[in-house]
């Protein structure tokens, strides 16, 4: 168990640039969460996959933002066109669990670090 | 819609200090409230949980109680340490209609000094 893999830790970019994100969940975990955080905020729920399956957008993920988990292991979040509000800390977690399970217990990344100057 | 609400921070105690941090919460149902901890770069953590009213949660000497009738979820821990210097998140989950996402709230950074 090498814990929720992030990369890369920090990314700046242009404004206007496309920028991707990848997340490797704990091997076997079958849900993943992204999550957005900005300074001085806790974070924000964007959207997350239950297997290969998108279940759930937030309104805070825009036509900007698409993620993917194309076999139900990686996930990857692109954000095109970046803006400099889209400037934050980008968090995935991942657990393994079906259904509602108020016992659930997400594992967090540490997160990409996205700066858009 | 669900939100939660806790002291501002920062937070600076000494060590042995008793902590206190409050944290309140609005649910459109039923919700779990938890505790995560983000140590100086890391990931955030879960530290406790209480899935029903008057739930006591506890791990590595924090407690919190889940009190429906003033909504609450006040984390205490009776002697900090300065290996407790972290960020520390309130937030709740109230399941249905797929909805599984967390609410957080804004976080409250605790400093333990020697």
């Known amino acids: 168990d090498t814990g929720v893999s992030q990369n890369p830790r920090h990314k700046i970019t242009k404004r206007g640039q496309n920028v991707t994100f990848r997340c490797d969940p704990i091997s076997e975990h079958n849900r993943l969460y992204w999550y957005r955080q900005t300074l001085g905020q806790g974070p924000e729920f964007l959207t997350y996959?239950?297997?290969?399956?998108?279940?759930?957008k937030s309104r805070l993920l825009s036509d900007r933002f698409s993620a993917e988990r194309p076999k139900g292991s990686f996930s990857t979040l692109e954000i095109q066109r970046t803006e400099q509000g889209d400037s934050a800390m980008y968090l995935c977690?991942?657990?393994?669990?079906?259904?509602?399970?108020?016992?659930?217990?997400?594992?967090f990344g540490s997160g990409t670090q996205l700066s858009v100057l | 819609g669900n939100s939660v609400t806790q002291m501002e921070g920062p937070v600076t105690l000494s060590e042995e200090a008793f902590l206190t941090i409050n944290c309140t919460y609005t649910a459109t149902g039923y919700p779990s409230l938890f505790w995560y901890v983000q140590y100086p770069g890391e990931g955030l953590q879960l530290l406790l949980k209480a899935t029903k009213a008057d739930d006591k949660g506890s791990n590595k000497g924090f407690e919190a109680t889940y009190r429906k009738e003033t909504t609450s979820f006040h984390l205490e821990k009776g002697s900090v340490q300065v290996s407790d210097s972290a960020v520390y998140f309130c937030?709740?989950?109230?399941?249905?209609?797929?909805?599984?996402?967390?609410?957080f709230g804004k976080g409250t950074k605790l400093s333990v000094i020697p």
């Open positions: 937030a709740l989950r109230v399941g249905g209609a797929g909805s599984y996402q967390l609410t």
């Open positions: 977690a991942s657990s393994i669990t079906m259904g509602f399970d108020p016992n659930e217990k997400l594992f």
């Open positions: 996959f239950q297997n290969e399956a998108q279940l759930e």
